[in-house]
């Protein structure tokens, strides 16, 4: 958030045309609002974390 910094997904060759959703395929830099991380682990311990800037 504080450098602006959108990273583009890795090993993306090609998109399906049927799916409707935005995909980065390189770095931007732009504003950035809000951001998710996830985190994903063994034995179903997931987190979600949403921020948002003052």
């Known amino acids: 958030m504080q450098s ?3 990273p583009g997904c890795l090993n993306v ?3 399906d045309p049927v799916f409707q959703s935005a995909v980065l395929t390189d770095n ?3 504003p950035v609002r ?3 991380s996830n985190a994903f682990g063994f034995g179903g311990t997931n987190c979600s974390l ?3 800037a003052a």
Do not use: A, D, H
């Open 4 to 6: 602006g910094l959108i």
């Open 13 to 15: 060759m090609q998109l």
């Open 28 to 30: 931007q830099n732009r």
């Open 34 to 36: 809000r951001v998710m």
């Open 50 to 52: 949403i921020f948002e």
